[in-house]
């Protein structure tokens, strides 16, 4: 691994300094440095930590694949349908396409990044083996965690539950969950296995909240009663949790200060045809907020790209932040909460952290978000990747 020494660049839009990475590391950041390492001139460019994907489904994309024709019906259930009978009749390689989009990922600064991979009773484990490869592949440069995920739900599906225990066995990082009142129908039933098999492998949780409503909040108290209980704080994010933005403020005020107390994050797209939690009011209330595509070009939406600056800047555009100190809270949602909210240690742009660097053409952090300039620079545990 090459020492790499990067001469005048902005750290977040601060003054300008040199940054020497040795071992895959951030060895030293100042101006003036002096050490034996190939020299990369950064020109005064905005210097970004690597970007963080907290929420997307690298097995189901199309990514790069001829346009998939959606005709699917407008409920929950009927995409979750739709999408298994296009996987199995389609021959759709989870393996083959999580690569691509990984490698995607990863030319747009992405070094980051959490995946949700189905796991149910017609595919099996299919898919997960294919995006454990695709881990493996991308071991170095990108850091992935996959979240073995009952798409189409725990309870409804018999069997489901001992193949999750399997994908824990073999190596998924955390254990996700889906609307255990909606798909499953039994939220006490379904909370209880999840966090039963959670416990018994040491992993955090990842839970799919689509509830809307009083009824969405019901299964939320729910999740934090089982966190309080078990001693599960800070081990529990809510993806999407669409309850947060459409439960009346008295109520959502009250939820945000159980969620605070117990470390129970949110991850949210930002950007859903529905309320979505509001993010400066989380992030007042204490809770941790991170950012995620969800799907990218697959059966459920022909939208998204794996551009976490793009993704930044529709979170910001749907909770309409227009100040600078505004914008920086959705950056953050892709950078420095999402790294804390998923566990990725060593992260940031400190002497000592993994040497995760992207350069752009920008005069801050708020210039980055909304213009999503071209990535000048990608720089990958030390490595040059782009």
Known sequence: MMDLLLRNVRPLGAGAVDVAVRDGRIAAIGPGLRCEAEVIEGEGALLLPGLVESHTHLDKTHWGLPWYVNEVGPRLEDRIANERRWRAGSGHDAGAQSLRLAREFLAQGTTRLRTHVDVDTEAGLKHLHGVLATREAMRGPMEIQVV????????????????????????????????????????????????????????????????????????????????????????????????????????????????????????????????????????????????????????????????????????????????????????????????????????????????DLVLVQAANVAEAVVARPARQLVIAAGQVVR
């Not at 073995?148 to 994908?167: K, M, N, V, Y």
């Not at 990082?173 to 499953?184: E, H, R």
């Not at 470390?263 to 930002?270: P, Y």
Request: glycine share 10%; net charge negative.
């Open 148 to 355: 073995a995920f009952p798409q189409s739900g725990l309870l409804a599906r018999p069997g489901t539950f001992e193949l999750l225990e399997e994908s824990l066995r073999l190596g998924a990082d955390v254990l996700g969950g889906l609307d255990p009142q909606a798909i499953d129908g039994d939220a006490a039933a379904s909370l209880d296995l999840l966090f039963a098999l959670a416990l018994r492998h040491g992993k955090p949780l990842d839970i799919h909240l689509h509830e809307a409503g009083e009824e969405g909040a019901r299964t939320l108290d729910a999740i934090l009663d089982r966190t309080q209980a078990l001693g599960m704080q800070g081990k529990v994010a809510i993806s999407h949790c669409f309850c947060l933005g459409d439960v009346v403020a008295a109520r959502r005020a009250a939820l945000l200060v159980r969620m605070a107390r117990l470390q129970v994050a949110v991850i949210s797209t930002g950007t859903a045809s529905r309320p979505v939690p509001p993010l400066k009011e989380c992030v007042a209330a204490g809770v941790a907020v991170a950012a995620g595509n969800d799907g990218i070009r697959d059966a459920w939406t022909p939208y998204g790209r794996p551009d976490m600056l793009e993704r930044a800047m529709l979170v910001g555009l749907r909770n309409n932040l227009r100040r600078d100190d505004e914008i920086a809270l959705a950056f953050d949602a892709v950078t420095h909460a999402g790294a804390r909210v998923c566990g990725f240690a060593d992260y940031g742009l400190k002497a000592g952290c993994r040497a």
